[in-house]
């Protein structure tokens, strides 16, 4: 009698000496299982693949290469999967030769000593197939949390495309109202910076324009004063430009001594431009201020930053009050603070009559992306920088708020310790005229800015190498020209001018280097950036400061 069952049920039967497969299946017929018989290890191995639901096996057919084949197997099986295995031994095999030393890599193993009776058997087959139906419950519930889960992501896909498409809809509107409340969030300050620089271009624009004309009518008379006009303009524009930069972000620290009092006079008109009209601004400076030391890039920025949160803090109006003041801080209270030292601190404060915040808040107010703003709003990140420079300033920041009551930010700067402010020099004395053969590589990729620098250097009488780009300089300096000085551009093409700086001094280690910036980050970092003998100035920037500077290196 032969029974048919899934392959998945069947008995794989290998006993290849005497009568014990043949017995073995005739056992299980008659008890309605079904199986296989196999003549070899390879063949069981290859009936695997369809599949078994038990393997019989004697142990003596544990042996050759093919056994490999089914440890690899048996190695490989998915995690729901232990395929119990019935071992024929002898007597007392169980407990010596081979098969006790394979038990631990066949895994599931149950012994069974010959001659064994009918019934035993049985319920050993019974056993085994009644584990192997529950990994095959185990797999089908997989299979089926598989399924879910790729119709939960299938679900979750088609959202993601709806919320995309629905996005990109919206994206337009979304991104002009997103522009909106940034020119809000900087204080109104679009259309008073557009205001303002047209009226500048216009001054260097007109005033070149007249000189043109005035010079191609033989007219030399009160050029002067066009002269004056453009520059005066150009100033203009240069200072707006470089602090606009000084609010980045991304600004190092570079700390100086700071008339802290001169700076708030210095951004009252930028700071009543990001008031509404019903925000009255009133600034309490104190006249005998200490000196502190702060990079003043940053502690303008901070000072926009808490006015610009105060404002937001009175949608109705109000009073703002920036002020000024000294402290001294005891041990007692810098104690609770890191990198906080006793003694003299100078103190900007900025308070408002507005909304104030709970306890809750000011908890995280200073936390990296904690804003109580709405979407598009505010970034969180403003008091958060605040935060950060007042530690890097070796100061400290605290706020105090009621509900309804208002909210007072103060930030604490160290006294400067100079014994006094330093003073930017002079540039009124012509400077001396070059020594013969004193040469200048001039490495710029901008071809007007390049013929400028090299101009005014000609007619001070120094001689000039030129180069656009990194790739040009290299061979130069890599030659006998005499080279006294690099000027080179600190953002050129491919490798920049610091980098250059590196490999013009494995080939002159003595090289002193000047570096010519338009953006201001790099001219924020000078600590970190300039190495012996090297310095850096921005642009625009006066021929009279760089015929100084060009003077002060060389002669160094």
């Known amino acids: 009698m032969t029974v048919t069952v899934p392959l998945s049920e069947r008995a794989l039967i290998l006993a290849p000496q005497g009568r014990d497969s043949q017995v073995a299946l005739m056992i299980l017929n008659e008890a309605g299982y079904g199986g296989l018989i196999t003549p070899d290890l390879a063949t069981l191995c290859a009936e695997l693949e369809p599949g078994a639901g038990l393997l019989l096996i004697a142990a003596e057919a544990l042996r050759g290469p093919e056994l490999e084949s089914l440890l690899s197997y048996l190695d490989q099986q998915p995690a729901w ?68 889960e790729r119709r939960l992501q299938s679900t979750l896909e088609t ?3 709806q919320v995309e498409e629905r996005t990109a809809q919206l994206r337009h509107n979304e991104e002009a109202l997103r522009q909106s409340q ?14 303002d620089f047209n009226n500048m271009l216009t001054g260097i624009i007109g005033s070149l324009e007249l000189l043109r004309r005035r010079l191609a009518r033989g007219r030399l008379d ?23 930069l000084a609010f980045s972000r991304r600004q190092s620290l570079d700390s100086k001594a700071v008339q802290m009092n001169d700076l708030v006079q210095s951004m009252g008109e930028l700071l009543q431009r990001s008031l509404n009209e019903s925000v009255q601004l009133d600034m309490r400076l104190d006249e005998e201020l200490w000196v502190a030391e702060a990079d003043p890039n940053q502690l303008e920025s901070a000072l926009l930053n808490l006015v610009i949160n105060a404002r937001d803090a009175m949608p109705d109006g109000g009073n703002l009050v920036v002020e000024t003041g000294n402290q001294v801080l005891e041990r007692d209270f810098t104690d609770a603070y890191s990198n906080l030292e006793p003694g003299d601190y100078v103190v900007l404060s900025v308070t408002d009559n507005g909304c104030g915040m709970p306890e809750s808040v000011i908890n995280r107010a200073f936390d990296p992306f904690f804003t109580t703003k709405p979407i598009g709003q505010g970034t969180g990140l403003g008091l958060s920088m605040i935060y950060g420079f007042s530690k890097q300033s070796g100061g400290h920041v605290s706020i105090d708020s009621k509900i309804d009551e208002g909210t ?4 604490y700067l160290p006294r400067f310790k100079g014994e006094s402010l330093p003073h930017a020099p002079a540039h009124t004395e012509q400077a001396p005229d070059a020594v013969e053969g004193e040469t200048v590589l001039i490495v710029e990729d901008d071809p007007a800015v390049r013929v400028l620098v090299s101009a005014v250097l000609s007619e001070l009488g120094y001689r000039f190498v030129e180069a656009g780009d990194a790739d040009g ?21 491919g490798m920049n001018g610091r980098q250059l700086a590196e490999i013009g001094r494995q080939y002159r280690p003595d090289l002193k280097v000047l570096f010519i910036t338009g953006y201001a980050e790099h001219a924020a970092v000078r600590g970190g950036f300039l190495d012996s003998g090297m310095q850096m100035i921005t642009k625009p920037f006066t021929f009279d400061l760089l015929t100084a500077k060009v003077r002060e290196m060389i002669k160094s």
């Open 473 to 493: 300089a290299m061979p130069i300096l890599d030659s006998e020209q005499r080279i006294d000085l690099l000027i080179s551009d600190v953002g050129l093409p």
């Open 222 to 244: 009160d050029l002067d004063s066009l002269i004056d006009l453009g520059v005066t303009s150009a100033n203009r524009a240069a200072g707006l430009t470089h602090r606009l």
């Open 408 to 411: 007072t930010v103060r930030l």
């Open 81 to 148: 999967s232990d395929l119990p295995i019935v071992l024929l031994t002898h007597h007392g095999g169980s407990g010596q030769g081979p098969s006790s030393q394979l038990s631990k890599l066949l895994g599931n193993v149950t012994f069974l000593e010959r001659p064994f009776h009918p019934v035993t058997l049985v319920s050993l087959i019974s056993t085994a197939l009644r584990g192997r139906r529950r990994q095959y419950e185990a797999r089908d519930r997989l299979i089926d949390l598989s399924n879910s």
């Open 182 to 195: 940034k020119m809000e969030a900087v204080g109104q300050l679009t259309g008073g910076i557009a205001h």
């Open 159 to 161: 959202l993601e495309q």
